[in-house]
């Protein structure tokens, strides 16, 4: 079974500094990891994603990711935040080695709230 | 261009009553259909998915069920509303690759009174 967790349920920073939000996950095969971001009564828009290739990955609105095979990790991170970037963020997870290959698995989510 | 549309973006429904929710998708076909539930913007629940017309798989055993007519359109029902059938719903869909991310409705705020 597949599934991710994001273990902080909110984030604070200044804005101007650099932010981290986290993601780990767990799969049976070699995993496909996307981050998602949702504003207040919006559906979730893709950022960015991991497939195979360079473990730093880029994505929208100057964000980018880490992929660790070893910490089984995805940790969302952007060096300078803006308060435009406070919102709700998701982690999710595809699982090349599962047969249910219709699925994907969402973390909780982190509100990451930037403060001016 | 691809887009997803998704209505009505609010309901207000008694206790009881009927439900419709309808999503549609433009500019792709036999695309992977998905239907959400979020509860006070934290993590989703998936309800049902669809990888064509007439498949569905339901995810959690409730008071809901979905179709799919036709190959992009995924409309989600209910005979009798509860009061625990309130929340956010969501309709998504993917094309045919796990390595595609999925794309979003702007969704229906649904308050059962």
């Known amino acids: 079974a597949q599934s991710v967790a994001q273990p902080e349920d909110q984030v604070n920073v200044a804005e101007g500094n650099p932010l981290t939000v986290k993601c780990t996950y767990s799969?049976?095969?070699?995993?496909?990891l996307f981050w998602y971001v949702q504003y207040p009564n919006r559906g979730l828009q893709f950022l960015l994603k991991?497939?195979?290739?360079?473990?730093l990955v880029k994505g929208s609105y100057g964000f980018e990711a880490e992929f660790n095979k070893s910490q089984t990790s995805f940790h969302l991170k952007k060096p300078s935040a803006l308060v435009s970037d406070s919102a709700l963020y998701f982690c999710?997870?595809?699982?090349?080695?599962?047969?249910?290959?219709?699925?994907?698995?969402f973390g909780d989510g982190t509100t990451l709230t930037v403060k001016p | 261009s691809q887009t997803i549309h998704q209505w009505p973006a609010t309901l207000v429904q008694p206790v009881g009553s009927p439900l419709s929710l309808e999503c549609t998708v433009e500019?792709?076909?036999?695309?992977?259909l998905y239907w959400y539930r979020q509860a006070a913007g934290r993590g989703l629940q998936l309800l049902f998915y669809?990888?064509?017309?007439?498949?569905i798989s339901s995810e959690v055993p409730q008071n809901l069920s979905a179709s799919r007519p036709q190959d992009r359109q995924f409309i989600l029902s209910s005979k009798k509303l509860l009061l625990s059938d309130s929340g956010f719903y969501l309709c998504?869909?993917?094309?045919?690759?796990?390595?595609?991310?999925?794309?979003f409705g702007d969704g229906t705020r649904l308050s059962i009174l």
């Open positions: 799969v049976s095969g070699n995993p496909y």
């Open positions: 991991y497939i195979t290739g360079d473990n």
């Open positions: 500019g792709t076909s036999n695309p992977n």
């Open positions: 999710a997870v595809s699982d090349l080695g599962n047969t249910n290959a219709g699925k994907s698995t």
């Open positions: 998504a869909w993917r094309g045919d690759s796990l390595n595609q991310p999925q794309h």
């Open positions: 669809s990888v064509g017309i007439g498949q």
